[in-house]
């Protein structure tokens, strides 16, 4: 059983339109988190969930926004999508502790064309 | 961690040979790192991990090294073998628990 999934694995789209991802973990854990990586494999963190409460969020343009219907599932919706949007987005969650181990997704790679 | 360039870092090493990944990072306050391995196409993957009240931690083939003085964080992987070629990144937390990754390394192992 995967732990952390994404889907979908690829998504190619144009400017201007409004896209989601969705992030499901089966570790029970309370911490999710969405990163992206850029094409220099630098990582940085967006946001962080713990128990469905956004408690990190960092500099990233209004047009995205994460939500948590459950602490099972992180999605993250960004509008008006632009070609600097294109990275790999990946999930990731940890127990209770924010910042202890994390288990990542295997990524969605965005293409804004 | 820190930036060290516009590029990413390589480190070729043959396989059977010891390799050693250097991590600096930021801040002080930190007080856990992690490092992972992301392999081409995947997500990043828990390798071993060091609190600040500790110098060395040793897992399967792993050997994580922290100089709190420099702050510096190093990875040992003994023997390396063809499976450990990937990208590895090490991750400080900081400040308000926040996890902050460095630039990565890549391994690349010669058979």
């Known amino acids: 059983d995967t732990a952390v999934s994404q889907t979908p694995k690829y998504l190619v789209t144009q400017m201007g339109n409004d896209k989601s991802i969705k992030c499901e973990q089966n570790?029970?854990?309370?911490?999710m988190y969405w990163y992206k990586q850029d094409s220099k494999k630098f990582l940085k963190i967006m946001f962080s969930?713990?128990?469905?409460?956004?408690?990190i969020n960092e500099t990233v343009p209004n047009r995205f926004s994460p939500k948590s219907p459950d602490k099972a599932h992180l999605n993250l919706h960004i509008n008006s999508l632009e070609l600097g949007d294109s990275a790999v987005y990946f999930c990731?969650?940890?127990?209770?502790?924010?910042?202890?181990?994390?288990?990542f997704g295997p990524g969605t790679r965005l293409l804004v064309l | 961690g820190e930036s060290v360039g516009l590029h990413l870092p390589t480190l070729s090493v043959q396989e059977g040979d010891n390799s050693i990944i250097n991590c600096a990072y930021s801040?002080?306050?930190?007080?856990?790192f992690i490092w992972y391995k992301q392999e081409s196409g995947k997500g990043p993957q828990f390798i071993i991990d060091?609190?600040?009240?500790?110098d060395k931690r040793q897992g399967q083939r792993v050997t994580v090294l922290l100089n709190k003085t420099v702050k510096h964080l190093s990875l040992q992987i003994a023997a390396t073998q063809p499976g450990d070629s990937a990208v590895y990144f090490c991750?400080?937390?900081?400040?308000?628990?926040?996890?902050?990754f460095g630039i990565g390394t890549k391994l690349q192992v010669i058979p």
């Open positions: 990731a969650s940890s127990p209770n502790t924010i910042g202890e181990t994390q288990y």
């Open positions: 570790l029970g854990h309370d911490t």
């Open positions: 969930y713990n128990n469905k409460e956004l408690i």
């Open positions: 801040n002080s306050a930190s007080d856990y």
């Open positions: 060091i609190r600040s009240n500790m």
């Open positions: 991750a400080e937390r900081g400040s308000y628990q926040k996890v902050t």
